[in-house]
Every structure is written in structure tokens, then in C-alpha cells.
């Protein structure tokens, strides 16, 4: 029996593999409606750079994705249940691009090249 990777209604943060150096980033957060065989099935909000302030934004209309958690395209970033994708923004805080709700809780993106 294989190991589940991800569970139904578990929230993840989704980075988008860039191919080119100019090429849009675009992040997804969202929750799981289905897995099966390395394919994610997510609803959430897709965030993309406004490229006039370099600031993350996010789209207001509610999308959903087929993502290959195999493909090597997509970091998944797991987050943690209490998180409120509803509320969920970035912010530039002493030189690091986080994610967060507002609470306590933020995923540190400053590994990843995001300018």
C-alpha cells in the first residue's frame, strides 16, 4: 500500500517553477479536494506580482487547479491547519518575503528568489 502524500482539505502554498528570467511569478494558496496517483486537485487564489510595485497580489476570483506533485514544476509547501486562506498575504519584513494570515503563523519564502 503507497503512503498518501497529501490528504483531502489539508492548505498548501504552491510556487510556480519560472522557466525564463522575465517570466511572471505566480503562487497558488488553496486547499486539497482530491489526490490521487501525484495529482492534486486544489481550489483556492492564485497571487502573481503586480509589476509596476513588485508587490504579490491576489486574484479575486476563486480557481481551481490540477497540479502534478510529481512533475518537479510546483513547490508544495504544506500549511499548517489553523491557517485562514481567506486572509492569507505576503509581506516584505526585514528583507524577507513572507506569507502569512495576520497571526502568528508565516512561511518564510526568503530562500527563493522571488525579484
Do not use: C
Amino acid at each position: 500500500m503507497q503512503p498518501v502524500i497529501v490528504s483531502t482539505g489539508e492548505k498548501v502554498h504552491l510556487i510556480q517553477r519560472r522557466h525564463f528570467e522575465l517570466e511572471p511569478h505566480r503562487h497558488f494558496v488553496g486547499a486539497v479536494e482530491a489526490y490521487s496517483e501525484g495529482l492534486l486537485r486544489v481550489v483556492g487564489h492564485v497571487f502573481a506580482v503586480d509589476p509596476s510595485t513588485f508587490e504579490f497580489r491576489r486574484r479575486p476570483e476563486v480557481r481551481t487547479r490540477i497540479v502534478s506533485a510529481v512533475s518537479g514544476e510546483v513547490l508544495i509547501n504544506i500549511l499548517p491547519p489553523s491557517v485562514d486562506l481567506t486572509k492569507v498575504v505576503y509581506r516584505q519584513e526585514a528583507g524577507a518575503l513572507r506569507v502569512t494570515d495576520g497571526t502568528d503563523w508565516h512561511l518564510d519564502l526568503s530562500e527563493v528568489t522571488w525579484r
